[in-house]
């Protein structure tokens, strides 16, 4: 028959102790894991800010930039983050505001964009209006083909310059975002 050990005051004492310890080194490891673990980092002011430039005529490139804003926009929204996404375009990227097909332009449309051109505009459409990216265009850009603003695409906002807006923009913490 096993008889139990006796009770001491030291062996008491030992037993906090050891229990403690262990409770230390639980805790200090679910604060390292915590602090490892991946998370979406936020700018100062508690939202995430994101710009990305369009300076190109690549149709197969601008739906992987239109893909990417969505997967980003639903990762924000499934962690109940707010966010702010600018497209800002300039040069080529002029293609991918307007229905006009620019002709004589530099920036003209070609057939494979012409018949991809609805798909692409009906997903920008509803990254800007539903899940709020915000669309800028140079200005120069548009005044240097003569381009009618009427022909813009609903929602298109006019900056002076599209490379001005991207560093004015980083310089208030945008994260700058192009496509390769």
Known sequence: MRVAPKCTEKGVIIMFATTFLNTIKLFLVLVFLFAASPRITLADDDFAKVVYHADFSDSKRFSAMLQNIFNM???????????????????????????????????????????????????????????????????????????????????????????????????????????E
């Open 73 to 179: 926009t639903t990762t924000y929204e499934n962690e109940m983050m707010e966010y702010d996404i600018r497209i800002v375009f300039l040069s080529k990227g002029i293609r991918f505001v307007t229905r006009d097909n620019l002709k004589g332009t530099p920036f003209e449309a070609n057939k494979k964009f012409v018949e991809q051109r609805e798909d692409l505009f009906k997903r920008l459409k509803s990254l800007q209006e539903m899940r709020g990216i915000k669309l800028e265009l140079c200005a120069i850009t548009q005044e240097l083909i003569g381009l009618d603003k009427s022909t813009l695409i609903p929602g298109v906002t006019m900056v002076t310059s599209g490379v001005v807006q991207i560093a004015s923009l980083q310089s208030q913490g945008f994260a700058y975002l192009k496509v």
